[in-house]
């Protein structure tokens, strides 16, 4: 053999060699090497007979894979540097064909990109990879983790507490001295002041007062804006000087720029700038940064101050010197590589918070540590905090298999580039019927899919049954995907059932992402899948921004404007039949909402007649389990709505497939007819969502074990605007957590809203606007029921206008509101405002005149919510439900009462445009009026739907001619309660009333009895509800509104069917129908109770069994710290009080006077270091355990602190280091007083550090605190 034909021999079995397994393709003797070079031209076909070994690189114009031809990527490994680039504008691997790199069993090592290229005016071929009937795709990169999540908080420039940045351009300023003043061990904002020593020396000598009061230490920045010498005093420049040192201050001038960066106490520390002023246009700027070492790492301070283009302004900045950082993991992440990069999720109310990075090697990570590069411009939360798991998330974008789209540098030609600066034309893989086998394992995409119909990175066009079902022994899979930066979505699935979609990162792309077409997808499982940052496209009406929504008219009949509602809808995870499985997802950060299940009325595009009408509206919901959804700009998850299904049309020019209404009513089969079957809500964390965390309308729709946290509106339930759509149906929560302010406080430069809390007088980011009330169950609708369910951190802050509450209302109801609506079982922590009402002049409540705001009820079952069992919550101006017993709550603009509670659904027509007055004969002096809701034409109706107390008597009048045809319900009546009503009508009216017994569905009258007229009001009262009596004198119908029946469950109506009274009316005039002149004080009555107000209960506030039971955490691996310290000092050790350190159930005793310090591994939860230090007796102390705490202790150790007997005389130093591993002021303890501290030693301060700081006497002081472990 020549050295030339072994050396071809042994560079054929290379790969062979490298992949080292039997089950890799490229192993195949039969397979021959193939490297046939670039040739754009070339229109390639491999069939029958031809199986090919790729091994190095090339180009095509098109290559085709058919009969029997397959092609096969060589595996150089992983170690190798080179690469198989693959460049086609066109793959079609069509029948009997088959495409591989790597297998299930033998994943691929090396590198390898299949390129598509070519340009959308080119009309050559659409950049596609096609697999047809009988192909086979089979492509499997390296295992590696898909994503995970933060176990510690990675905090905005690498400080503990984040940057702090601020423009007077776009933030403000004003005239003068600006003071900034940073904690040197934290690099926080500690106070900002400015003082205009322009205008005043009394502003002056404030500013001296000020720099006095600042501790020694501190880091202080001053800065002037505009002018501030004119009336800076002597004695301010001097105090200045020696307590920072400055020596321009002395020198500062009319209008001059300055800047300042100082340490109060130590001169040697200043750094500043002065520059003359010249004018207001060319002076310049002075500017300085100045580098500060702490425990941490390096930050930087840096200002600015300037005169330019005719204008005064000022910079402030703090952020982290370092350009690395090493950040902690949920799971163990040893399979991603220096050189990966990776995406960390937004933790705020902005998708856009989302950060890329790339990874840096590091020797020094543990398995669940990566270092990342780059400055860190937004906080990213990583705690369990409150009970809940708000750990953000992390995503890998590189895989060491690629499909990518080639693409031009910016948009060219019809691709909507009055849209998008970039091409949007990139490559798309697209899987047909009858394909013989697909799978999908590990392989990135980028610059793919297109802003073309049906051009998407993956896509499963109408492949069927993908699974057992439809004959595939494998069932069909894509998994460990990371789809990134692309132009058309991320997986869709398209008439097709049975696929499994998991551990699939889909990040930064055009239109909902995990995409479900028809709406006849079913079967299909999507598992441990993650999208953040789902932006706008243009595809469908509900993929499009309010711009694209209004601008894009070709679609719709004539000359129609789209409204935003017909859009507005971009999805992460778009779901449009339920009975598919959705578990372990996160939707972190889409422009609208995260999860939404929306309807087809009826299938469509190709699946049109494949299911029957209304069949996905009625059928169950597939499995929904711990999916998260946070971070986007309208809702977190969804149940709601509908596409439009028919095409433009003069009655309804909406584009096809425009959002519009449709109600979700599960049952068995899909049947009415047949039971309900709840849809089942388990595990959804929804947080900083700008809108809602949820919105729900339907059927039995059922939250267990969920958490809202941090929403404009945590979880908002709706049936319907009359009777609930799905009878006897109801939505409730158990078992779940709403939190109002948590401990991520997001990051100020990345936030449209900022503003102080409410629960805390800190600064974080807020919903929609400073004066917006957040509210964690909003009630709406009804029957709504809340069992066993923590309300934590919510806050009324009428100081910044805000009325925020645990339990609230919907805004501006113009619909009912249920005396259903129960809550039972309810916790607060650290709830301010349990409930609020509103009213008129609020921010955000409007007129606060719509039927919904005015019929406000909530029954507390329990007395878990006002302390009183079996009471209600009702407005303060609505007098039909209220007595004489209940007490007034001012501070949740409402009453809590006693009585029996129901409504009455009363429909109005001919005309359908009045104003409804109703009166309860006890208040006279204070109607309801109602408008009713409904915009219908002349021969509508109109429909008002107030709540009653029971067994009361109600007149009602108009604001015109009373209708003549009027229909009661009594709703929400249990058989024998009753109230008397009397409707206004002109003198002479003639009456046909009838008594009518409706089933609801099928819909049909059961039972129509005509009702008589009787002679006297007392024949009315004492009948059975089938009379009536008309009263000339005062113009009012008298009837009995009585319920013959029991409801069963939370139906509206009585278990036979509704009951109601029809009233046709004959009028002689045309008098305006309002009787109240005549009716009192004839009917006027002394106020009542029909039940007496029960005891209050002191347990309300403790509510023993009430709240959620465990916290909302679905982490099997996640392990506790629990930890018990206690601190004594002289006097309580005299009581018999004792101080320790209890960890895992082990007490670690403090026998020494003096500090107690414990660290324990904050990934393992093992106990690492003891010491004790008497600062009290012994100076060197002092030193010893500040060293001991900073030299000793590792990174990453929880840090537990007990004080015995006495510890403050020579407490320095040691002080400062407590400080450093969290302690805020004051740390020092007084004379034998009690101190007791839970602490970290790492780069950001946990939620859950925490310490007790008392006075001898006052002890011991006690700390509880359950510390979930990161490792």
Known sequence: MSPCAFAVVLFGLLPA?????????????????????????????????????????????????KDGGRLVFSDWGSTSDAEIVLRSREIIVASDGEFHIGSETCPYQGKATVSLYGRKDDQKNSKQFLVMAGGTLEIHGQHKLAWTQLTQTVPAGGLPKGTYAWDSDTMGGGRGMHVHVIDEISGAVLDWQTFDTYVSDQNSRRLETFIDEIPSGKI??????????????????????????????????????????????????????????????????????????????????????????????????????????????????TSWQPGDHIVLASTDYNMEQAEEFQLLPCQECSSHQVKISGQIKYTHFGEISDDVDLRGEVGLLTRNIKFQGEVEDSCYGDNFCQYFDYDTYGGHVKILPGFKNVHLSGIEFTRMGQQVQGSYPVHFHMAGDVDEVGGYSRPTYVRELSIHHCFSRCVTI????????????????????????????????????????????????TDRDDNMC????????????????????????????????????????????????????????????????????????????????????????????????????????????????????????????????????????????????????????????????????????????????????SQQVWNSIFIGESENVGTASGSSVWGMGGVKPVARSLPHSTTYPMRGLEIYDGPVLAESCTFKKFAAAPEYNRWSSAIGYLLGNNWQMSPTNNVTGAKFENVQTRVFHGGKNLPWFGTYEKDGDKSQITHDVDGSVTGYPDSYVVGQNNYLVRNPGCLEKSEWRAYVCSGKYGQL?????????????????????????????????????QQYQPTVMLEKSYTIHWNGRAPNLVTV???????????????????????????????????????????????????????????????????????????????????????????????????????????????????????????????????????????????????????????????????????????????GGVRYNGHHRGYLVMSVDALTGAVAHRMTFDTYGQPESDAAMASFIRTVIPHNSIVLVSVRDAAHVHAQECLNALKEIGAQEPVQTEFRGNFAMVGFKGTVWPSWVQQVNLPAGQGPAQIYAKIPLMG
């Open 17 to 65: 060699v490298l992949s080292q397994n039997a089950g890799c393709p490229d192993v195949d003797s039969s397979l021959t090497p193939w490297n046939p070079g670039h040739d754009r031209n070339a229109q390639v076909v491999v069939g029958r007979g031809q199986h090919y070994l790729l091994q190095s690189s090339a180009t095509f114009y098109s290559l085709e894979i």
């Open 220 to 333: 202080v920045a001053l800065i002037t804006q505009d002018e501030g010498s004119r009336k800076l005093e002597a004695s301010a420049r001097q105090k200045i000087r020696e307590a920072f040192g400055s020596i321009e201050v002395g020198s500062l001038g009319h209008r001059q720029p300055w800047v300042m960066v100082g340490v109060k106490g130590d001169p040697s520390a200043v750094v500043e700038q002065r520059i003359p002023y010249v004018d207001e246009q060319s002076t310049g700027t002075a500017a300085i940064t100045a580098t500060f070492d702490a425990f941490f790492g390096s930050f930087q301070v840096t200002g600015t101050s300037a005169w330019q283009g005719g204008r005064s302004k000022f910079t402030f900045a703090m952020e982290g010197a370092g350009g690395e950082y090493v950040i902690n993991l949920k799971d163990d992440v």
């Open 494 to 541: 398209h008439g097709t059932h049975g696929l499994l979609v998991q551990d699939t990162v889909g990040y930064d792309t055009l239109g909902h992402c995990f995409f479900l077409e028809d709406g006849v997808e079913q079967r299909n499982v999507l598992d441990h899948n993650l999208g953040l940052v789902t932006r706008a496209g243009t595809l469908l009406p």
């Open 550 to 729: 209004r601008t894009m008219r070709d679609a719709v009949y004539g000359d129609y404007a789209p409204v935003v509602g017909d859009c507005r809808a971009i999805s992460t995870f778009w779901i449009t039949h339920p009975n598919n499985i959705l578990t372990n997802n996160a939707a972190a950060g889409s422009l609208h909402t995260g999860i939404w299940y929306i309807f087809h009325s009826e299938p469509t595009g190709p699946s049109a007649g494949a299911l029957p009408r209304g069949q996905a509206q009625k059928s169950p919901l597939g499995r929904f389990y711990n999916n998260r959804a946070h971070s986007n700009g309208i809702d977190g998850f969804m149940i709601d709505d509908g596409v439009k299904t028919t095409q433009p049309s003069a009655n309804a020019p909406e584009e096809y497939l425009s959002k519009t209404g449709s109600r979700y009513k599960p049952h068995q089969n899909s049947d009415l007819r047949q039971p309900r079957v709840p849809a089942m809500i388990e595990g959804l964390i929804a947080f900083k969502n700008q809108d809602q965390g949820a919105w729900v309308r339907g059927g039995d729709i059922w939250f267990n074990k969920c958490a809202f946290v941090d929403n404009g509106k945590g979880l908002t339930m709706a049936s319907e605007g009359t009777f609930p759509n799905d009878v006897g149906s």
């Open 905 to 941: 659904y009363i429909q109005a027509k001919q005309p359908n445009t009045l104003v409804m007055s109703m009166v309860r004969d006890e208040y006279p002096d204070h109607p309801l009026t109602v408008k009713g809701p409904l915009k219908q034409g002349p021969n509508g109706m």
């Open 969 to 1143: 319900y009594p709703v929400n009546f249990n058989s024998g309660d009753w109230l008397r009503l009397g409707l206004c009508y002109p003198p002479g009216t003639l009456f046909r009333v009838t008594y009518q017994l409706e089933r609801r569905y099928p819909r049909a009258v059961l039972h129509d009895e005509e009702m008589n007229p009787v002679s006297s009001l007392a024949s009315v009262e004492g009948g059975d509800g089938k009379v009536f009596y008309f009263e000339e004198s005062t113009g009012l119908l008298f009837m009995k509104i009585h319920a013959s029946y029991d409801r069963d469950g939370y139906d509206y109506c009585s278990h036979m069917g509704c009951e109601k009274i029809i009233i046709s009316a004959t009028m002689t005039s045309d008098a305006v129908s309002d009787c109240t002149a005549a009716a009192y004080p004839k009917y006027s009555l002394t106020p009542t109770e029909t039940v007496p107000m029960p005891s209050f209960l002191s347990m309300v506030n403790d509510c023993s069994g009430c709240g959620a039971p465990e916290s909302i955490v679905y982490d099997d691996n996640l392990k506790y710290l629990e930890v018990s310290i206690q601190s004594a000092g002289w006097e309580e050790l005299q009581l018999g009080h004792r101080s320790f350190v209890e960890i």
